[in-house]
């Protein structure tokens, strides 16, 4: 089983090696996750010797094929309960990440297929984000495969000096979803 912390580092790997096509950097993983170089290079030696990215000396990682089923899994575990939160518990969509944060690593296969069948199986969690499919499918935004629309107002609050965002119109259409992998018999 690996820890919170892992799936952190495995979900933070995957959102900046969609960035780029070259390994990711240690670096920019630490400063992703605010923690120091050292700290996150003592991650990597952990995450390599499980088989979860692969190392290149001075130059960074790459999440192996069952890192980023991980990753994609805690992502789709992290978009459902920011969905299940703002629609069925109330939670402002604003503020709904940390929340889901704190329990995307907690949560059995049988609560996420029951969150999910309660939400319909959405496409989007409530920041326009795809939802990976429960076959672990994820959506490639960047070829265009879901098209999104949103009308937001942002208004800051005088009283804390922080936005407050209302979600008021959003329109999806999914066109088609790339493999990205499928669960491997993994704990997570």
Known sequence: MLSPQ?????????????????PVATSTIAESLDVTPPTATSMMEKLEDRGLVE?????GVRLTEEG????????RHHR????????????DWAAVHEEADRLEHHISEEFERRV??????????????????????????EAGATALSECAEVTESPSRGSGTATRTNWRTSTASASRRGRRSGSSR
Do not use: C, F, N, W
Not at 55 to 59: L, N, S, T
Not at 68 to 75: D, R, S
């Open 68 to 75: 980023e089923t991980i990753a994609i899994e805690v992502i």
């Open 80 to 91: 459902l309960l920011e969905t299940y939160l703002t629609e069925k518990l109330g939670y």
């Open 6 to 22: 892992m799936e952190d580092y495995l979900k933070a790997i995957h959102e900046l090696q969609r960035e780029t096509d070259d």
């Open 116 to 141: 999910a069948a309660e939400l319909d199986d959405p496409d989007v969690d409530p920041h326009g984000d795809p939802i990976p499919s429960d076959a672990l499918e994820l959506v490639d935004d």
């Open 55 to 59: 190392r290149e000396k001075y130059k």
